[in-house]
């Protein structure tokens, strides 16, 4: 079993990119080379809504809209991991993404802050409609091999997914914390290192001691 800091992970993902949207969020810096909202837009009507190549147009935007192509790939490079249901459900729940924002896109591009968080929900929208607890508690290796510290941290999509993963039920927590592994990210050993999953276990018992006392 494996001690992981996924919720020293949720914690500052949370707070890095969904507590900074304010109604009237300015859209991040441009850097260089970067995507204005037009181009975004532009790119994601035109994107084939199979792959992740989709996803690569939310990288390098100025509404800092990265992280959804990387978790895309790892659901990809993980597939074989999967059982049968848990490959209808890397199949489904991507295209469910994608669908989802292009079917809102136009509505929402215009302002950065409702644009990211539309991103975030359709994400959540799809992978709860589709069940991601039951395929979780059922691959949990599989699971465990995406649920990993992506490359562009923080990141909005990567805490939406651990959220989603968090308020599962607790068989299907236990099972992930058994099979979960993620190492720290540069410039965090040596802070807690508390796994998600336990915190969540540990305020549920909690809880149940209270509820008990009454």
Request: with cysteine; proline share 4%.
């Amino acid at each position: 079993m494996c001690s992981t800091p996924l919720a020293l992970l949720l914690v500052l993902s949370t707070a890095s990119c969904f507590e900074l949207l304010p109604e009237e969020a300015a859209p991040r810096r441009a850097r260089f080379s970067s995507n204005t909202p037009t181009d975004v837009a532009r790119c994601l009507n035109g994107a084939v809504t199979v792959g992740c190549g989709f996803f690569s147009c939310l990288e390098n935007s100025t509404c800092d809209t990265d992280g959804m192509h990387e978790i895309c790939e790892l659901f990809l490079q993980s597939a074989s991991s999967f059982n049968t249901e848990g490959k209808t459900f890397v199949k489904k729940s991507l295209h469910c993404i994608t669908q989802g924002i292009s079917t809102k896109i136009f509505q929402t591009i215009r302002r950065c802050n409702i644009f990211q968080r539309m991103i975030a929900e359709v994400q959540e929208d799809c992978f709860s409609s589709l069940d991601i607890c039951a395929v979780a508690r059922t691959n949990p290796d599989a699971i465990g091999e995406v649920v990993q510290v992506p490359t562009h941290f923080p990141n909005r999509y990567y805490s939406t997914l651990l959220q989603t993963l968090q308020s599962c039920d607790e068989e299907t927590v236990s099972a992930l914390e058994e099979h979960t592994c993620v190492q720290h990210p540069a410039g965090f050993r040596g802070r807690d290192p508390t796994h998600l999953f336990a915190r969540k276990r540990s305020v549920g018992d909690m809880e149940g001691g209270v509820n008990a006392e009454q």
